[in-house]
């Protein structure tokens, strides 16, 4: 069964520093992987998805994320953090085929000035 | 451009009260339509996905029940609420085919006196 893994709760970094958000998943297929941002009291904005074409995935707000079959993992990172980038972050796979999706539990980026 | 409407944005209702919450999709025919609840620090329990107007899959067994009436209409109903149905509910939509990313509505808050 599909499953995602997020390392981490919390992340703490502040403005200007690099922001690094680590995603690995697992999946008995070849993965579709996306990531979400959530601010508070909203719903999921989509990132960036992985569907097999590019390695680097270049997404919106400045984010990119990495897919590396060989760790499964599917990173996601952005050169400068702003301290409008404090938000939830989650990493979600395909499951079963369809486009349910599997979330992981999040990973709340904290930025200070 | 598509959109997806979600009201009402906050509710607060007693226990064994009825519910209803409506969710609508603009501008795409023939969406895969989702309900997902997030518990507070955690990530998205999905609840109920619809392929077709009528077509209702349950993920899990639960206080709730989904009905899609129109091709672009999605409905959360429950007919006696439990404490434990508190929660953030999110609706979203998505193309149908692999790799298809989901967009969420902005989400109703529902709390349980």
């Known amino acids: 069964a599909q499953s995602v893994t997020q390392l981490g709760s919390h992340v703490s970094v502040s403005e200007g520093a690099l922001v690094l958000l680590r995603c690995n998943y697992s999946?008995?297929?070849?993965?579709?992987l996306f990531w979400y941002v959530q601010y508070p009291n909203q719903g999921l904005q989509l990132l960036l998805k992985y569907t097999s074409a590019a390695t680097l995935v270049k997404g919106i707000n400045g984010f990119e994320a990495e897919f590396k079959k060989s760790e499964t993992s599917f990173h996601l990172t952005k050169p400068s953090a702003h301290m409008s980038d404090a938000a939830e972050y989650f990493c979600a796979v395909n499951r079963d085929g369809f486009q349910k999706l599997v979330f992981g539990t999040g990973t709340r980026l904290l930025v200070s000035p | 451009s598509q959109t997806i409407h979600q009201w009402p944005a906050t509710l607060v209702q007693p226990v064994g009260s009825p519910l209803s919450l409506e969710c609508t999709v603009e501008g795409t025919s023939n969406p895969n339509l989702y309900w997902y609840r997030q518990a507070a620090g955690r990530g998205l329990q999905l609840l109920f996905y619809?392929?077709?107007?009528?077509?209702i899959s349950s993920e899990v067994p639960q206080n709730l029940s989904a009905s899609r009436p129109q091709d672009r209409q999605f409905i959360l109903s429950s007919k006696k609420l439990l404490l434990s149905d508190s929660g953030f509910y999110l609706c979203?939509?998505?193309?149908?085919?692999?790799?298809?990313?989901?967009?969420f509505g902005d989400g109703t808050r529902l709390s349980i006196l």
């Open positions: 619809s392929v077709g107007i009528g077509q």
């Open positions: 999946s008995s297929v070849p993965p579709y």
């Open positions: 979203a939509w998505s193309v149908a085919g692999p790799g298809q990313p989901q967009h």
